[in-house]
């Protein structure tokens, strides 16, 4: 279950009439509360969360949150007693998604390039050079888990699909430094291995980060497809699973440490095999964006950008005060 409010001003009225017409006529919503203050008011309704996407794209179309309002979506753990939800009619795809603002919201943290960002790109890569390196699997596990690199591969595919070209960029940017930043963890860990082995020879982790097969290839359409579906519903958890199967960070360490053990071939390969992966997940996402009917709503910069109230007015049954609190008085001592 999940609850919307709505922060609007009382002038004009017909926005609130409007409102309030569209959630019982189009979604058929009867349990409305709305608290009246004195310059703005507050309509709060409940909903289950697979009917939020519909409601509000009612309220984008009334025009809430676009040229008027404020719309917050909280998500109601227990309700006491529990209350039947108006039973509101929702296409598959609907259903089977979350709201927009909720999956935009989502991979714009995923894609947050801040320094912890970088500082888990940075002991990803080189957990999974250490486990190419020692030729262990449970080791290059480690990596793909802690691997952040998911997130602007996915800013890159919403931003696709919603226009948004500084997503794009911004995806664009992290992916690049954050495939640098693994070649040259690659680069050092080679380098080290030459100093403690003398001669070191490739590994079959190493080996196996080569030219895509078409199992590859399948394993990586999957994995897109996974990822698709994932940051579209409440399956988000899977996230961690589908970074371990689609194998990101392994191959892009692995250029620059084969590039160092003398095999071009193999360097060459394991680039081949990361931009395989991430054009996959790249398609598949966009494709399942496509199928959810992700639709980007229009944003506009209204006037109004929240409730305000003046000092000393009743707002939603709060008063403000503008009396100063009293000092407490000093005790003397005798």
């Not at 108006?86 to 999956?103: A, G, K, Y």
């Not at 919603?162 to 690049?176: A, D, E, T």
């Not at 409440?234 to 996230?239: D, G, H, P, V």
């Amino acid at each position: 279950m999940s609850q919307i409010q709505i922060s609007l001003p009382n002038e004009p009225k017909k926005h609130i009439e409007s409102l309030i017409t569209a959630l019982n006529e189009k979604l058929n919503i009867k349990s409305i509360v709305l608290l009246e203050g004195a310059n703005n008011s507050l309509i709060i309704i409940r909903c289950r969360g697979n009917a939020v996407p519909k409601v509000l794209e009612v309220l984008n179309e009334v025009g809430v949150g676009i040229e008027f309002g404020i719309i917050d979506i909280l998500e109601l753990q227990v309700t006491i007693p529990e209350l039947k939800d108006d039973q509101l009619e929702v296409s598959e795809e609907l259903s089977s998604r979350v709201s927009v603002e909720e999956i935009e919201s989502s991979i714009k943290e995923g894609m947050d390039l801040n320094l912890d960002y970088y500082f888990f790109i940075i002991i990803a890569a080189f957990i999974a050079g250490s486990g190419l390196i020692l030729n262990s699997p449970a080791i290059i596990i480690g990596a793909m888990i802690i691997s952040p690199l998911m997130g602007p591969i996915l800013g890159v595919s919403y931003g696709i699909i919603s226009k948004n070209y500084h997503l794009v960029n911004k995806g664009i940017f992290g992916q690049l430094v954050s495939i640098f930043i693994a070649i040259g963890a690659g680069i050092l860990l080679a380098s080290l291995a030459f100093l403690i082995y003398g001669s070191p020879s490739l590994t079959h982790e190493m080996m196996t980060r080569n030219f895509p097969t078409i199992f590859d290839l399948i394993v990586s359409i999957s994995a897109g497809l996974a990822v698709g579906f994932a940051i579209t519903g409440k399956l988000q958890s899977s996230l961690v699973g589908i970074a371990i199967a689609v194998s990101l960070m392994p191959p892009a360490v692995n250029i620059g440490v084969s590039l160092i053990y003398g095999n071009i071939l193999l360097s060459f390969g394991s680039f081949v095999l990361l931009l395989s992966n991430v054009l996959a997940i790249n398609f598949m996402a966009i494709l399942i964006f496509k199928i959810k009917k992700i639709k980007i709503l229009e944003k506009k910069y209204p006037f109004w950008k929240g409730p305000e109230e003046k000092v000393g007015q009743l707002s939603l049954g709060v008063k403000i005060s503008k009396k100063k609190p009293k000092r407490a008085k000093k005790v003397k001592k005798n």
